[in-house]
């Protein structure tokens, strides 16, 4: 690494990449570090068992707006509201 141009600046921000950056560059599939890191990222998958279902639901206005009022997780209270409203 020694010897290369850097692409952050002094103030941390990324510079705009070369022609020199793009011929060095390399596949991701060429550094194995790199794969096995992105691969780790995020949650585990779910049990197939305790995975939801994606399903198109038409609702009126109002009861989306109202569901939607909350913020951020709407779905997900919705799923609960369902859950309540119908015992489970």
Not at 39 to 53: I, N
């Amino acid at each position: 690494m020694a010897g290369r141009k850097s692409y952050i600046d002094e103030n941390g921000d990324a510079l705009e990449l070369d022609e020199a950056w793009f011929r060095e560059a390399k596949p991701t599939a060429d550094i194995p570090e790199l794969v096995d890191l992105l691969r780790r990222q995020g949650r585990p998958a779910l049990p197939e068992a305790d995975r939801k279902t994606r399903v198109t639901l038409y609702l009126d206005p109002d009861v989306l707006a109202r569901l939607k009022a909350d913020g951020k997780g709407w779905q997900t209270r919705a799923n609960a509201a369902l859950r309540q409203a119908l015992g489970l």
